[in-house]
Nanobody, 113 residues
């Protein structure tokens, strides 16, 4: 059974950093196109970043240069390193196998002073 557990969210001040984790089970994360998404209050879920099995990464424009997605194959875990955070980054963050209907519970990121 494919499952994701996201973690690492929290409250951070503007300009701060956080690293989110997405631990996968029931599949090999390194074999899949993996994505990060987020949903801010009152808004629809939006795509944030994609990590391909070969290591290529893509980002939505608003996070380019600030967010970095990576993977630890030994831990079957994907990460989202976020820096220079601002209030517009406040959202519930999710990971997903690209195109899969399965979602984790998400991890909340709140950027506030």
């Amino acid at each position: 059974q494919v499952q994701f557990v996201e973690s690492g969210g929290g409250l951070v001040q503007p300009g701060g950093s956080l690293r989110l984790s997405c631990a996968g089970s029931g599949f090999s994360l390194s074999d899949e196109i993996m994505t990060w998404h987020r949903q801010a209050p009152g808004k629809t879920r939006e795509w944030v970043a994609t990590l391909f099995p070969g290591g290529a990464t893509f980002y939505t424009d608003s996070v380019k240069g600030r967010f970095t997605v990576s993977r630890d194959d030994a831990k079957n875990t994907m990460y989202l390193q976020m820096s220079s955070l601002n209030a517009e980054d406040t959202a519930l963050y999710y990971c997903q196998i690209h195109g899969s209907p399965t979602w984790g519970q998400g991890t909340q990121v709140t950027v506030s002073s």
